[in-house]
């Protein structure tokens, strides 16, 4: 039997404990031999491991567990990596969100200004990730990453290291779809959708169950109540916070305008950004939110554990864990199997350009994904995406070439950002806030380019 070596990078992630349960869940397919956990803040990953570690013993003792901050320790010889880097972690997400908002711009983890200086952040160091898994691993392992912001990360790879094996996946995708098929009442791996766009930009054409497109019957449900089923908490409790009700409410907002098709829950940053700063609470964001919510809980579970030796089960496995090990699966087995990943176009959707890091349905082999053809798209969505994909193109070349006035046309372009003269202020204050991450671009704009 072939057993494999996993590492994961950001092994203090909060995601790494519910990741594990899925992965033990899953031995069969994918039975592991190792499992390396790596993080470049090795104290925050002791305490998580104390709890992935108590999850892998409820199911097996036969899987060798490394913890480590060192890359050739845990990439050696590895054929998976799962990547789930946080640059900058919950401190700089706080600023991401709080800056733009108090510019009365949306203020947010991967969308908008936030979205762009998280990306300025996590290209380097994703590309010194791909590196070091190039040097250390096996000549055909493969990165499955998660670190966001995915579509930036996805675009900074593709152009400095375009021969890497890294498929970037997203979980909106697949929660977005666990919510649709318990409105429906069936099961999420029942439904066949189509769907295109960029990562956190895309859209839903076509919702079918058993040959029947079932958007119509969505359609009416959110037309009353948003893409929300009675008791969420139930389905999945980490989207039973009031921000992701919230967000999950306002799809009504966005099909009573766009009726068309089912969108990506993202896209109320892009399409209604004033409604979505009115109703900010430029004080307390998101990242407080996770801070009390999901990151107090892991380390209060720890700390008991270690009190008491009785490992409460806080980690919902849920929609994230389940698909980047169904993903994994696919790729490991060569089982073809189809899931919505983002890849690179090469005319997968003839209407954008061919280099575009596109978010499509894709067969999943051991080579990697096989696009399902999508044709061209109507023109409002391709205008829509083109600009969208401008910005991020753009700002990735800013932070390759250390230039300021890429990062601000980067800013200018996105959509959430009424004006140039915003677009300034706003990047002016995050270079500020982010001085040790962009020392160039910092060192442009002081000069007064
Ligand atoms: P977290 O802050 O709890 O964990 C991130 C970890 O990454 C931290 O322990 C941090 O020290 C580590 N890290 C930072 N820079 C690193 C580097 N250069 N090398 C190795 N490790 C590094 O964050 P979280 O909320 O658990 O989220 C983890 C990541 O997963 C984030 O990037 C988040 O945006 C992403 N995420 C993506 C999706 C998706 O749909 N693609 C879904 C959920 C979370
Ligand atoms: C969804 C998105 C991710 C994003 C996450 C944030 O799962 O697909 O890309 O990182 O939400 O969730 P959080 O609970 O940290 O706000
Ligand atoms: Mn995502």
Redesign the pocket.
Known sequence: MTTYKLAV????????PGIIRSLMDRLEDLPLSEIRF????GE??SK?VVAAKAVIAEYTDTIQVVETTDPKTAFEDVDFVF????????AM?ELDEKIPLSHNVVGQ??CGPGGLA?GLR?IF??V??VDYVDQYAKKNAWIV??????SIVAEGVRKLRPNARIL?????PV?TMRNMAAILGVNREDLVVDYFGL??FGWFTKVEVNGVDRLSELREHVYQHGLLTEDVSKIDYRHADSSWIKTFKNIKLIMDHFPEYLPNPYLQYYLFPDYIVETSNKEYTRANE?MDG??KT?FETVRKYEETGILEDAFAVGV?GT?IVDVTISLAQNLGRRYLVMLENNGTIPNLPADAMIEVPALITSNGPIPEYVGEIPYFYKAMIDQQLASEKILVEAITEGSYIKALQAFTLNKTIPSAKVAKAVLDDLIEANKEYWPTLAQEYKEGV
Request: net charge negative; charged share 20%.
């Open positions: 990078a950001g092994g203090g992630s909060t995601y790494t790596y993080d470049i803040d925050r990953q998580v990547a789930q880097m946080r640059v900058g972690k919950y997400r983890e991967t998280y996590t160091p994703m010194e990730l990453n998660y670190s966001n912001p995915a970037n996946i997203c979980d909106m929660a990562n956190h996770v999901r990151e892991l994230h698909f």
